[in-house]
């Protein structure tokens, strides 16, 4: 999750917006008070098992496609598309795209993204097909799932995945929570639409560095920092002079 930030508040960080990575997201409305912790603990776990019963194991497919743009991945996929179910997944940063689908087209999409000039085409060791088409089911499931739980108004708002926009209203995050399982996952637009709103320093919260490391290839000009132990908070709040 990135929390991106415009003040701070008793040595702790006042974020203005939240942001969350696919799962993340999740946390990032849990942060923003949208869901409570239990809540959210019980819909991540039933997300999981429908994402997982949705495809049988060996049916799909994910890969990272590195060193393309977007309209030469697109129009790989489209290509390829005529083996099967194959698209664009997620969209992480300049020259960073992740497609998905049934495996036998997803491998032919590897294929002519190696013949069109990818720098790398690199299979993903995951067990599901994630925001494509084949999660449709899934969504479905986890439709009535979202019908049944409490979520707030948010404190803060978040910029979505599958829009790239701003919401904080408990009725828009229930469309956007569906549609997310199942429509590409737009973060270089979201960190791009934070930024453009005057966002300029982002922090990530939980272990690792990824989500920074694809801010940083986005925002180059952004203050991009994490928070994963007390050693990276006390530096975290070093930097921002806490």
Same mark, same amino acid.
């Given at each position: 999750?990135?929390?991106?930030?415009?003040?701070?508040?008793?040595?702790?960080? !006042?974020?203005?917006?939240?942001?969350?990575?696919? @799962?993340?997201?999740? +946390?990032?409305?849990?942060?923003?008070?949208?869901?409570?912790?239990?809540?959210?603990?019980?819909?991540?776990?039933?997300?999981?098992?429908?994402?997982? $019963? %949705?495809?049988?194991?060996? #049916?799909?497919?994910?890969? !990272?496609?590195?060193?393309?743009?977007?309209?030469?991945? $697109?129009?790989?996929?489209?290509? %390829?598309?005529?083996?099967?179910?194959?698209?664009?997944?997620?969209? /992480?940063?300049?020259?960073?795209?992740?497609?998905?689908?049934?495996?036998? !087209?997803? $491998? &032919?999409?590897?294929? =002519?993204?190696? !013949?069109?000039?990818?720098?790398?085409?690199?299979?993903?060791?995951?067990?599901?097909?994630?925001?494509?088409?084949?999660?449709?089911?899934?969504?479905?499931? =986890? %439709?009535?799932?979202?019908?049944?739980?409490?979520?707030?108004? =948010?404190?803060?708002?978040?910029?979505? /995945?599958?829009?790239? &926009?701003?919401?904080?209203?408990?009725?828009? *995050?229930?469309?956007?929570?569906?549609?997310?399982?199942?429509?590409?996952?737009?973060?270089?637009?979201?960190? /791009?639409?934070? +930024?453009?709103?005057?966002?300029?320093?982002?922090?990530?919260?939980?272990?690792?560095?990824?989500?920074?490391? @694809?801010?940083?290839?986005?925002?180059?000009?952004?203050? #991009?920092?994490?928070?994963?132990?007390? &050693?990276?908070?006390?530096?975290? =709040?070093?930097?921002?002079? *806490?």
């Amino acid at each position: 999750m990135h929390l991106s930030c415009n003040g701070c508040k008793r040595r702790g960080l !006042a974020a203005g917006a939240a942001a969350g990575h696919s @799962l993340g997201e999740y +946390t990032a409305i849990t942060a923003a008070v949208g869901f409570d912790l239990k809540g959210a603990l019980a819909l991540v776990q039933k997300r999981g098992r429908y994402r997982q $019963e %949705a495809v049988p194991e060996g #049916v799909g497919l994910m890969a !990272a496609i590195l060193g393309m743009d977007r309209a030469a991945v $697109e129009k790989t996929c489209l290509e %390829a598309s005529k083996n099967g179910i194959v698209a664009p997944a997620n969209y /992480n940063s300049p020259g960073q795209i992740v497609i998905a689908g049934e495996k036998n !087209a997803v $491998e &032919k999409a590897m294929e =002519l993204a190696k !013949a069109a000039g990818a720098k790398r085409v690199v299979p993903l060791a995951v067990s599901v097909p994630s925001h494509c088409s084949l999660m449709m089911q899934a969504g479905d499931r =986890l %439709a009535k799932e979202l019908d049944a739980v409490t979520i707030r108004d =948010l404190r803060i708002p978040i910029v979505n /995945n599958a829009d790239a &926009k701003f919401i904080s209203t408990s009725a828009e *995050l229930r469309p956007s929570l569906i549609r997310q399982i199942s429509s590409s996952l737009y973060w270089e637009d979201s960190i /791009n639409r934070m +930024t453009e709103e005057g966002y300029d320093t982002f922090v990530e919260i939980g272990p690792g560095k990824v989500l920074s490391g @694809l801010v940083k290839r986005i925002a180059k000009g952004a203050k #991009v920092l994490n928070v994963e132990d007390q &050693k990276s908070m006390g530096e975290t =709040l070093g930097a921002l002079g *806490l």
